[in-house]
């Protein structure tokens, strides 16, 4: 874990969001990263999120947005792939085409304190540790076939292109 939390520090102080790579930490074929995507009123975020497991080889997409209530604040939106040809953000006063519906998802600096003001924006430092507490109800009951996975943190472990 220390190890991880020194590689965290070094690369999250100048990685900008868009070149960030995470792994989960139990689950190391288990990626996470970004790409840039259009804005639009309803999505200014300019950025969207995925995980790809490799246990399945598949890969899925989310965008962020922010709560406007108590408790966690930053929130994913499952969506379709940003890469397919056509590709369109869902409504965002809707549930449909949001294949694993939302969750939320934390950001962490390098010591593991929760940063309530990270917001995932396109052009903003990477955080070093990002935490998605209903991750394993999402991959469990929201996916076929059911995935496990661990309750744990991903972890920058790289900035660039790839």
Known sequence: MIAAMALALSLSAGCPLE???YQLRSMPKTIAG????PKTADWP??????????K???????LPYSGNGQGI?????????????????PDPDSGEHRPLGDTDYLGADAKYNFDQAFHMYSGQPAAAHLFLPQ???????RVEPKVGMPMAFFDLTSCGNK
């Open 135 to 141: 991750l394993q109800e999402v991959f469990w009951y």
């Open 19 to 21: 070149m960030a790579h």
């Open 56 to 62: 399945i080889k598949r890969t899925f997409w989310f």
């Open 34 to 37: 970004f790409r840039q995507v």
């Open 45 to 54: 975020n300019g950025i969207a999120f995925y995980i790809h497991i490799g």
């Open 73 to 89: 604040g930053t929130h994913l939106a499952s969506t379709t792939d940003v890469d397919a040809p056509g590709w369109l953000p």
